[in-house]
């Protein structure tokens, strides 16, 4: 049974930072796409960043040069770490595991970013 479960989320300030962890198991993690993704109330999930096996990193262009995800397989660990918060950055961010065309999900933790 595949679980992702995200930790670090809350109440910051504009301009502040935080870490949003994602611990994942019962995936084969250092072969998944990993990925951190948001929806506020009355939108869309989206996209913030995702990192594939190999390292390789994609950015919503909201957040480039503020978000930086990474990953440790050695954890199966998933990070993002957010500078320079916005009240605009307020969601919940999910975090999500690709792996053979299927989508995993965790079940998400609060940002909220005051101004």
């Known amino acids: 049974q595949v679980q992702l479960v995200e930790s670090g989320g809350g109440l910051v300030q504009a301009g502040g930072s935080l870490r949003l962890s994602c611990a994942a198991s019962?995936?084969?993690?250092?072969?998944?796409?990993m990925g951190w993704y948001r929806q506020a109330p009355g939108k869309q999930r989206e996209l913030v960043a995702e990192i594939t096996s190999g390292g390789t990193t994609n950015y919503a262009d909201s957040v480039k040069g503020r978000f930086t995800i990474s990953r440790d397989n050695a954890k199966n660990t998933v990070y993002l770490q957010m500078n320079s918060l916005k009240p605009e950055d307020s969601s919940v961010y999910y975090c999500r595991g690709t792996l053979r065309l299927y989508n995993y999900w965790g079940q998400g933790t609060q940002v909220t970013v005051s101004s």
């Open positions: 019962g995936i084969i993690f250092r072969l998944s796409v």
